[in-house]
Antibody, heavy 122, light 110 residues
């Protein structure tokens, strides 16, 4: 079955960087677009970024554009989120998620990881 | 990139039907049929319950159904059960090739 396991979360000071990883198993990782979604404490879900299956296209939410970079290593079945210039408002649980489209990205998420907590605080 | 608008809360008695609305614009909900719905129990991973406006993934109860009219999509839960108590979110593809979530709706079973 599909498994997505996030890691790399923790406490970080404002302005610093953090890199999240998501190890995927149970499916052909290179055939699926992948997303990052976050949920701040007491708030709703917020989409962060998407990366197409072949890495050809990436798109970001306005709130993270220019600060976050999504990438993938299809040889290691791993998705990444490089987060730079972190702000207090980036504090959230970050979920790795799979798009349901095979070899195309439908922007409809069919599988989620359990999430990793990022806390930005001085 | 504003969030889609959902009611903050909806409630119903066991066995009743409830409907959650999700209002966007012609640049998202109204312009595409890539509308999905998710059920989220706090502390757990969200669950995919509707895609392409009306379709249910395999294994999802047929008590969940989706529809769309203009810029507003809707999720209906029929035969409400205690286990349906959760937060529900809609999403839509947008004209900027991004994804937007709804503001979320808490469903309470009375």
């Amino acid at each position: 079955q599909v498994q997505l396991v996030e890691s790399g979360g923790g406490v970080v000071q404002p302005g610093r960087s953090l890199r999240l990883s998501c190890e995927a198993s149970g499916f052909t990782f290179s055939s699926y677009g992948m997303h990052w979604v976050r949920q701040a404490p007491g708030k709703g879900l917020e989409w962060v970024a998407v990366l197409y299956s072949d890495g050809s296209n990436e798109y970001y939410a306005d709130s993270v554009m220019g600060r976050f970079t999504i990438s993938r290593d299809n040889s290691k079945n791993t998705l990444f989120l490089q987060m730079n210039s972190l702000r207090v408002e980036d504090t959230a649980v970050y979920y790795c998620a799979r798009d349901q489209g095979v070899d195309t990205t439908w922007y409809e998420i069919d599988s989620w990881g359990q999430g990793t907590l990022v806390a930005v605080s001085s | 990139q504003s969030a889609l608008t959902q009611p903050a809360s909806v409630s119903g008695s066991p066995g009743q039907s409830i409907t959650i609305s999700c209002t966007g614009t012609s640049s998202d909900v109204g312009g595409y049929d890539y509308v999905s719905w998710y059920q989220h129990h706090p502390g757990k991973a969200p669950k995919f319950i509707i895609y392409d406006v009306t379709n249910r993934p395999s294994g999802v109860s047929n008590r969940f159904s989706g529809s769309k009219s203009g810029n507003t999509a809707s999720l209906t839960i029929s035969g409400l059960q205690a286990e349906d108590e959760a937060d529900y979110y809609c999403t839509s593809y947008t004209s900027r090739s991004t994804l937007v979530f709804g503001t979320g709706t808490t469903v309470t079973v009375l």
